[in-house]
């Protein structure tokens, strides 16, 4: 069974930073991709970043410029850096991992909030 744990969320001021991280554990070999999703109230879970065990990422228009989606392998942790916060990035935000192209795990979520 493959666990997937994030941490990292709460509240910080509009322009603030935050960095949210996931590990995975269980009997897991290798993660294809690695990624981060986010729902608001209202609206459906959307993609924020992934990237893949070689490295490669793909950015959400609305992170493009702001976040930064990074991994290590070794530890099977994903990482996201949120800079220039707006309060439009209010949300649940879910860790995501794929492995063997197919298989698809989901966290719990961690809550981040933007207001002043």
């Known amino acids: 069974q493959v666990q997937l744990v994030e941490s990292g969320g709460g509240l910080v001021q509009p322009g603030g930073s935050l960095r949210l991280s996931c590990a995975a554990s269980?009997?897991?070999?290798?993660?294809?991709?690695m990624g981060w999703y986010r729902q608001a109230p209202g609206n459906q879970r959307e993609l924020v970043a992934t990237?893949?065990?070689?490295?490669?990422?793909k950015y959400a228009d609305s992170a493009k410029g702001r976040f930064t989606i990074s991994r290590d392998n070794a530890k099977k942790t994903v990482y996201l850096q949120m800079n220039s916060l707006k309060t439009e990035d209010t949300a649940v935000y879910y860790c995501?991992?794929?492995?063997?192209?197919?298989?698809?795990?989901w966290g719990q979520g961690t809550q981040v909030t933007v207001s002043s």
């Open positions: 990237v893949t065990s070689g490295g490669s990422t």
């Open positions: 995501k991992a794929v492995i063997l192209t197919r298989f698809e795990y």
């Open positions: 269980g009997t897991i070999f290798s993660i294809d991709v």
